[in-house]
Each structure stands twice: as structure tokens, then as C-alpha cells.
């Protein structure tokens, strides 16, 4: 098994993933689109978590088309509150060891996977393999570095945000995530031999109290027992909670960079 920080057995889960799918999808959406995601392709969709993406992939594919859907947790999937189209089939599934058939997907799509995994390079090598000649893969990573605060009720308040948001990168890398994964993203894919690879970044303001908002706290709650290990103070936390929340603050989202990119014809090609 993999090491996964954000495990999604945790109860902060379900914000993590509604505000992940509020903030990102229609942007990823696009992205497969401009990828040439068309009727009867077949799909991988790695990393479900609340498997908005591997359902619209469904409808998008139709009847004649299918969409494996996997995560190595896959229960927020199994759980949508919506119905599923037939040709999505959900599948408990680590991409790092779990087996993958080669030469068949039209599409593999992971948003926010690879960032956490050690083993990223091969795992990207794998979903390389799993595509047929000519297949899409189309990866979107953040850059966490890039977060620059747009308001703040006081001076102290930036120093706070960037103090708690610096112990939770520290806990990332620990677990052997790249928190700056999103921006060696593309160069990755083009030395994995894709072809035609396109980087598109994303980001919005993120107010108080936004959805956005509610990422931030998701996350430094689930890990808080490991960052007041690391030195952070429960007044630090409780102060962060409420920053997060005051309309008189604002930070950039994190930017999800997307990437694409095509399997050559022809391996002479490559
Ligand atoms: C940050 S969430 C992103 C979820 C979704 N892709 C999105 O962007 O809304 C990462 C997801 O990857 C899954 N994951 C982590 N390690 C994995 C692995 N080794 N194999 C498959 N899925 C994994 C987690 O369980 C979680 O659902």
C-alpha cells in the first residue's frame, strides 16, 4: 500500500472532496474536452475520490464507451448522492502495485494523485503504458508554493497563514508527497515520451468563508495532531479556523495545473 496523508477514512473527507469538485471540475471538464475526449472512448479516471468525474466521463463516452473508475479508498465514490451511468465501473485500486492492462485506455485522467505518491514517476511510467497508441493522458497537479494571500485583516494574519500552511507541506514531504509536483508536471510527461503536451494553470480567489475556504481548514484539521507534534499551537490553530472564515480575507487558490498529452502512433515515433 501506498502512503496517503489525506487517508479518506477520515471525517474531514467529504469537505475535501466537495470542495475539490466545487472549485476544480469545471475547469478539469474543459480540459478533457480539449484533450478530444469523444464518444466510445474508453477511460481510466484514477484517484476517484467523490466520483464527479468518472460519472460526467461516463455520460460523456455513452453507451458504446466504458470508464474504469479507481481509488485505493473508493467508499465517497460508492456513496455519491446521484445515480451512476452503466458504463462506469468503480474499482477499490492501488495504482502504485494493483495491476493495469496495457495498450487499451483512450483516456487516463488523475487529478491530485501523483502529488502524494512516492513512487510518482512510475506511476506516471505505468499510465503511460496503459493508454493505446494515440491515447490521452491528461494529469492535474497543484502547485502548492503559489499561494500568494490578495487580503488580510492584519500583518499578523499572513504571518499566521503562511506559518500553519508551512507545517502541513512539512507533513506532505514527510509522507513523501511533492507539494510543488504541478510544475514538474509537464516536463515529466514529455520525458515519458508523450507527444503534443499542453500545460494549462487554473486559480481564483478564495474569500473566507468560500468553499475554497473550507479546503484549508479540511485539511489542517485532519492532520492538526501531527502539526501541534511539529510545534504548532492550539491557540495557532484556533486563530488560522477563524482567519479562514473572516470576510476580510482573501488567498489565491491553490493553481491545478493540467496537463496533456498523447501516446505516439508509433513507437518509432517516440
Ligand atoms: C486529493 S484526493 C483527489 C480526489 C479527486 N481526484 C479529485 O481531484 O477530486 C486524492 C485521491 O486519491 C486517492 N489515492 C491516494 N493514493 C492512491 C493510490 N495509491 N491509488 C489510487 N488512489 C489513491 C485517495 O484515496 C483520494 O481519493
Known amino acids: 500500500m501506498s502512503r496517503y496523508l489525506f487517508d479518506n477514512a477520515a471525517r474531514q473527507t467529504q469537505a475535501r472532496l466537495i470542495a475539490l469538485e466545487s472549485c476544480y471540475d469545471a475547469f478539469s471538464r474543459r480540459q478533457l474536452e480539449l484533450a478530444g475526449l469523444a464518444e466510445s472512448w474508453r477511460c481510466l ?93 491528461v494529469l492535474e497537479e497543484f502547485d502548492c508554493s503559489w499561494i500568494p494571500l490578495l487580503a488580510v485583516p492584519d500583518e499578523g494574519a499572513a504571518d499566521l497563514f503562511e506559518h500553519v500552511l508551512a507545517a502541513l507541506w512539512a507533513q506532505l514531504e514527510k509522507a513523501g508527497a511533492d507539494p510543488r509536483w504541478g510544475r514538474r508536471v509537464y516536463g515529466a510527461m514529455r520525458a515519458a515520451g ?50 479562514i472564515q473572516d470576510p476580510a480575507f482573501a488567498v489565491n487558490s491553490y493553481p491545478l495545473i493540467s496537463v496533456r498529452g498523447r501516446r505516439p502512433e508509433t513507437e518509432a515515433a517516440r
Open 45 to 137: 479516471e484514477v484517484g476517484a475520490g467523490g466520483g464527479s468525474l468518472g460519472d460526467w466521463l461516463g455520460e460523456q463516452v455513452g453507451a458504446d464507451g466504458e470508464v474504469t473508475v479507481t481509488d485505493i479508498e473508493p467508499r465517497w465514490a460508492e456513496a455519491a448522492p446521484r445515480p451512476r451511468p452503466a458504463n462506469v465501473r468503480l474499482l477499490r485500486h492501488d495504482i502504485v502495485h494493483d495491476p493495469l492492462p496495457g495498450q487499451y485506455y483512450d483516456l487516463v485522467h488523475a487529478r491530485l494523485v501523483l502529488l502524494h505518491l512516492p513512487q510518482r514517476l512510475r506511476v506516471l511510467q505505468r499510465l503511460v503504458t496503459a493508454l493505446r497508441p494515440g491515447g490521452r493522458l
Open 194 to 243: 508523450l507527444e503534443d503536451v499542453t500545460a494549462t494553470t487554473y486559480a481564483e480567489s478564495w474569500p473566507g468563508g468560500s468553499t475554497g475556504a473550507c479546503l484549508h481548514r479540511a485539511n489542517i484539521e485532519q492532520v492538526a495532531g501531527l502539526l501541534t507534534a511539529d510545534g504548532i499551537t492550539a491557540d495557532e490553530l484556533a486563530r488560522f479556523y477563524a482567519l
